[in-house]
């Protein structure tokens, strides 16, 4: 690589201490507004800058990368992510693609354990009440949940983040049942208390909470179709701090109204911030605005390493949290 600092364009703000060590090591341009970039802002990017820095908001995908120019050489996605990426093309055109794994997994799984609890005790209608002044005072029959001790918890995907949510849940007494691509070795499960599944329908029929921690890829888009939410038993719940696109959302806004299911806590959304109208109506769903990652801490950790990727590469070596097309 030439000796003069690497052109880098960050598509969102980041946190500020982020921001001064990029501008202190590359000839970055920040965004000056916390939105997204448009498409054409984009498109100029990519074909002016060294480096983009994306984030889970920006689409990049073939029409894009069709539109780069010689100099864009290292895409240094800023999240794990990189479903709305387009890795193969990316890596057809001579652009490296590296993503920040493994920062975000407990506060992630922190998130799930949070969403399980919400919905099963009922803590959104009982903060709504006290927030509009009608509370009457306690009483043995108001706001009844149920304990989660002692039921079993699905997670479907147990890499990192479920595996985390298994250690969690755990402590929390609720029994560990999984479903994934792979079977984890028997040592692992041995040390989470998991029971595996290899047919996810038989799993989902008999869970008393269902976990989606696993990523968006062509092969689990709609995983959780129609079909298989109906498997689920009517007294269930099911969470989601993955990726919304795993879920037919408009399946489950039925299922939900119909009383086929009994609650939903939702951090991820099918169509981004467009969420179905239903679905916010209804008192037993809650819904967070994409908050599984969003700790001081986590936030600053994936900008350490979109930093590290970057700067390894300028030295001219292999990004360490580089993406491959056949690791998704």
């Keep these: 690589m030439p000796s003069k600092r690497l052109s880098v364009v960050v598509t969102r703000r980041l946190p500020e201490v982020v921001e001064t060590r990029m501008s202190e090591l590359f000839d970055v341009k920040l965004r000056s507004d916390d939105t997204p970039m448009g498409r054409d802002e984009l498109a100029d990017a ?4 060294d480096v983009l820095v994306p984030t889970v908001t920006d689409r990049i995908d073939a029409a894009l990368l069709a539109q780069t120019g010689e100099r864009l050489k290292l895409i240094a996605h800023y999240g794990a992510g990189v479903d709305r990426l387009d890795v193969a093309t990316a890596r057809q055109r001579g652009i490296l693609v590296s993503n920040t794994p493994g920062v975000v997994t407990d506060d992630t799984a922190d998130m799930t354990l949070a969403l399980i609890l919400a919905v099963t005790r009922r803590i959104p209608e009982g903060l709504a009440a006290m927030q509009s002044g009608d509370w ?12 989660i001790g002692g039921r ?8 990192r983040i479920g595996q985390a949510v298994a250690r969690r849940a ?6 560990i049942h999984y479903h994934n691509r792979k079977r984890l070795r028997s040592s692992v499960e ?3 208390g ?3 599944w290899e047919s996810l329908d038989q799993m989902v029929s008999r869970m008393d909470v269902l976990s989606v921690n696993c990523p968006h890829t062509p092969s689990t888009f709609h995983l959780m179709n129609a079909r298989r939410l109906k498997l689920m038993k009517p007294t269930a719940v099911i969470v989601n701090t993955s990726r919304g696109e795993v879920i037919d959302e408009n399946a489950l806004t039925r299922g939900l109204r119909a009383g086929e299911i009994a609650g939903a806590g939702l951090d991820v959304f099918e169509r981004g911030h467009e969420i179905n109208p239903q679905l916010r109506a209804l008192s037993n769903v809650v819904l967070l605005p994409h908050m599984g990652s969003a700790t001081v801490e986590g936030r600053i950790e994936m900008g350490e390493k979109v930093i590290v990727n970057i700067k390894t590469f300028a030295d001219g070596h292999r990004p360490p949290d580089l993406v491959l097309p056949g690791m998704l």
């Excluded at 755990?170 to 029994?175: D, H, K």
Aim: overall charge positive.
């Design 136 to 147: 009457g005072g306690w009483a043995p029959t108001a706001f009844l949940g149920g304990r």
């Design 152 to 159: 079993r918890l699905g997670i479907l995907g147990m890499g």
């Design 194 to 196: 998991a029971t595996y």
């Design 170 to 175: 755990s402590a929390f007494g609720m029994q």
């Design 46 to 49: 990519v074909r002016h800058a």
């Design 190 to 192: 041995d040390d989470l």
